[in-house]
C-alpha cells in the first residue's frame, strides 16, 4: 500500500514537471524551426527539421546583442545595490536602535502594499527634473531600492544568534567589523536569494524601461522583443520571436542554476553548529 501510494506521488510529480517544463522545451524547439512548420504541422511535441535561420535573421533585424548587454549591465548593477542597501538597512532596523525606528520600518511596510504601477508618474516627473531621463541612471536607481528586500533581510538578521554578536563585541568589533566579518557570510544564502529575486524582476521589468528610453541604444530585451513584435511586418515571423525569448530566459535559468543550492537549501544554512 505504501508502494502505491509513493508511485502515484511521483506519478503526480512527474506529471506536473512535464506540464511545466513543456512550453520552456517548445519555446526553445520551435526556435530553431522553420516557420512554415509552425501552421503546416502544428502541435508537434518536437520538431526534427531544425535550422539555425531564426536565429541569423534576428541577429540582422534588430542588434540584440545590444539589448541583451543593456539589460545585463542594469539588471547586474541594480542587484548589487539592491543587495547592500537593503542588507545594511535591514541589519539596522533588526539589531539597533534608534529614533523612529518602527515608524520608518512601518512606512517601508506600507510601500509595499502600494502597486508599482502607481509610482510610475511621480518616479518620470523624478527622473525628468534630475535630466536622467533617456539614461542608463534612470534604468537603475529606481531598481536598487526596494521595501521586500528590506523587510526580508531583517527578518532574517532577527532570528541571528546574539551570542556570535555578543561574543565579536567582546573580541573588541564595532557595528562595521560584526557585520562585514561574521554577520555577512553567514547570511550568503539569503543575499543570494534576493539577489536572485532582483536580478529576475529587473531583467524582466518592461514597462518602466518602455517609459524612460526613446533611443534604440538603451533599450533592454522584453523593450527591443516587444517593439520588434510590434513592428510593421506583412507576416510574424514566430520562430524569430522565440528565438529572442530564448535569449532572454538564459541569463535567468543560469543565475538559478548557479545558486539554485542556497536558493533551496534552508536560509539558516552556515548558522551556529554543533
Known sequence: MRNLKVFFGYLVLIICAFTMLYPFFAMVNLSFAHNADFF???????????????YKNLLNDIPVFRYFLNSLFVASVATLGQVVFCTLAGYAFAKMNFKFRDILFLIILITMMVPPQVNIIPLFFMM??????????????????GGFGIFMMRQYFLTFPKELED?????????????????????????????????????NSFMWPLIVTNTE?????????????????????????LACATICTIPVMALFIAGKKYFINDILLGGVKE
Open 128 to 145: 525628468r527634473e534630475l535630466h536622467l531621463i533617456n539614461t542608463y541612471w534612470a534604468l537603475i536607481l529606481p531598481a536598487m531600492f
Open 167 to 203: 561574543a565579536s563585541k567582546i573580541d573588541g568589533c564595532n557595528y562595521f567589523q560584526t557585520f562585514f566579518k561574521i554577520v555577512m557570510p553567514l547570511a550568503v544564502p539569503m543575499l543570494i536569494t534576493l539577489g536572485i529575486f532582483t536580478f529576475v524582476s529587473t531583467w
Open 40 to 54: 503546416n504541422n502544428p502541435g508537434k511535441l518536437f520538431y526534427l527539421n531544425l535550422t539555425l535561420d531564426n
Open 217 to 241: 541604444n538603451l533599450r533592454t530585451l522584453p523593450v527591443g522583443l516587444a517593439i520588434y513584435k510590434g513592428s510593421f511586418r506583412e507576416l510574424t515571423q514566430w520562430g524569430e520571436l
